[in-house]
């Protein structure tokens, strides 16, 4: 059974940092694409960014490009979120998502299994 745990969440002043974790366990990671979205009180789910398999390919959301990095250490089954420069409307839970392709993709039904997510809050 497919398990993504997430960690790194918590409260951050804007212009802050954070790294958020997410680690899987159930199948060989590296053959199938990460995603991470977010849910802001009141919002619906978003995209944020996701990779391919080997980390070849990633796509990002236009409202973190350029201060979000994602990435992946197949070798820990493990898949990141750096994110700089953060603002206020950064503010949601943060959630792991995979698919069970290897294809990127923005679509949240696209993707097969999910993590419980992680509070990160940013204060003005």
């Known amino acids: 059974q497919v398990q993504l745990v997430e960690s790194g969440g918590g409260l951050v002043q804007a212009r802050g940092s954070l790294r958020l974790s997410c680690a899987a366990s159930?199948?060989?990671?590296?053959?199938?694409?990460m995603g991470w979205f977010r849910q802001a009180p009141g919002k619906e789910r978003e995209f944020v960014a996701t990779?391919?398999?080997?980390?070849?390919?990633?796509l990002y959301a236009d409202s973190v490009k350029g201060r979000f990095t994602i990435s992946r250490d197949n070798t820990k089954n493990t898949v990141y979120l750096q994110m700089n420069s953060l603002k206020p409307e950064d503010t949601a839970v943060y959630y792991c998502?995979?698919?069970?392709?290897?294809?990127?993709?923005?679509?949240?039904?696209?993707?097969?299994?999910w993590g419980q997510g992680t509070q990160v809050t940013v204060s003005s």
């Open positions: 998502a995979s698919r069970n392709l290897n294809i990127i993709s923005t679509m949240s039904v696209r993707y097969d299994y």
């Open positions: 159930g199948r060989t990671f590296s053959s199938y694409a």
């Open positions: 990779i391919s398999g080997l980390g070849k390919n990633t």
